[in-house]
């Protein structure tokens, strides 16, 4: 009897451990087949704070349906943590998860989901931070990760290339991107949140789309003065530009003294409302003028032109 117990008692070890390896390859298959198709991370900075919004579109890439632990990471220092999902029987709408329904431990946020066969689920998780700076490590393979950073504010990062300009809700962000990575990937976001100017990146790079161009923005964004006003190096160039004409002027008036009527007189004349209207079109590009004002002054200045050219030429023939 004692030989049998001890037979039996083997049974039981060898079914456990078995049962538990077959357990352990099941996860593990499981984890295989899960990925990420696409993660955004949208940077804003609000209020003196970092706001976050990161988006990640898992996918079952397997025939048979998985429990899976689904797992983000979040970066130290995250707080005013909220998650959310698509729903799916509406794309269009997202629904808030219940603080029960998933956890967050030691920076990694948890969340358990049933995944059919080629099932995709977007899962949208919120935080505020007081800096980025972060070494991301890739949980899962990523086939495209993008980060979006409004303009004004610079980031570094050691896997991600810089991919241009794009506007979002009238706002100009800078893309980072990347394709094709793996898991176990480490990538690095860094902020430095000294160098923040708060007020350049709430208001002056928000606008609408059609005022700068996306390939005038890019320019400008791969140019050695891209961490730098532009609208001071505007300001710049029409002061350089009206001292110019009016030094020019100062030296064309001490030549000779012309008198009116002269057609000296009237060349000069000419050139001063052509000046006007030149600065007027400015005025207006840079929106100091209304539409209406604009339309009325040019009408004027062009017709007393017209009555000056005709003039010249009269004087010209005569």
Same mark, same amino acid.
């Given at each position: ?13 060898? @079914? ?13 298959? #499981? ?21 976050? %919004? ?31 999902? %698509? ?17 967050? %431990? ?29 070494? *991301? ?13 409004? *303009? ?23 893309? @980072? ?48 003065? #891209? ?8 300001? @710049? ?9 009016? @030094? ?27 000046? %006007? ?42």
């Amino acid at each position: 009897m004692n030989i049998n117990r001890g037979k039996i008692l083997w049974i039981l070890i060898l @079914f456990v451990i078995i049962s538990f390896n077959n357990t352990v390859a099941f996860k593990a298959q #499981a984890n295989e087949n899960v990925k990420v198709e696409e993660q955004l991370v949208l940077i804003n900075y609000v209020d003196e704070q970092f706001e976050v %919004k990161e988006l990640y579109q898992f996918i079952n890439t397997g025939d048979e349906s998985i429990q899976e632990d689904l797992i983000i990471n979040l970066p130290e220092g995250a707080d005013n943590i909220y998650l959310s999902k %698509k729903d799916l029987n509406d794309e269009e709408k997202t629904i808030e998860l219940d603080s029960n329904k998933y956890t967050v %431990k030691s920076n990694k946020v948890t969340i358990n989901e049933n995944m059919n066969g080629g099932q995709s689920i977007s899962l949208l998780v919120f935080y505020t931070s007081e800096n980025i700076d972060t070494l *991301m490590t890739l949980n899962y393979p990523t086939d495209k990760l993008y980060v979006f950073v409004p *303009m004004g504010l610079n980031l570094k990062s050691n896997l991600l290339d810089n991919l241009g300009i794009e506007v979002l809700d009238q706002v100009h962000f800078q893309v @980072f991107g990347n394709h094709n990575l793996t898991k176990r990937d480490s990538i690095s976001l860094n902020i430095n949140s000294m160098t923040v100017n708060s007020e350049r990146v709430t208001k002056e790079y928000i606008g609408s789309a059609g005022f700068h161009s996306v390939s005038h923005l890019n320019r400008w964004a791969n140019s050695p003065l #891209a961490h730098t006003n532009p609208h001071l190096w505007l300001l @710049f160039l029409v002061l350089l530009g009206l001292g110019f004409i009016f @030094f020019s002027l100062l030296l064309l008036r001490k030549k000779e003294p012309i008198k009116v009527g002269d057609i000296s007189y009237l060349i000069a004349k000419e050139e001063r409302l052509l000046r %006007k209207i030149m600065e007027l079109d400015l005025n207006r590009n840079n929106k100091e003028i209304d539409k209406e004002t604009y339309q009325e002054l040019r009408k004027q200045y062009k017709q007393l032109l017209i009555k000056v050219k005709l003039r010249i030429n009269s004087l010209e023939e005569s």
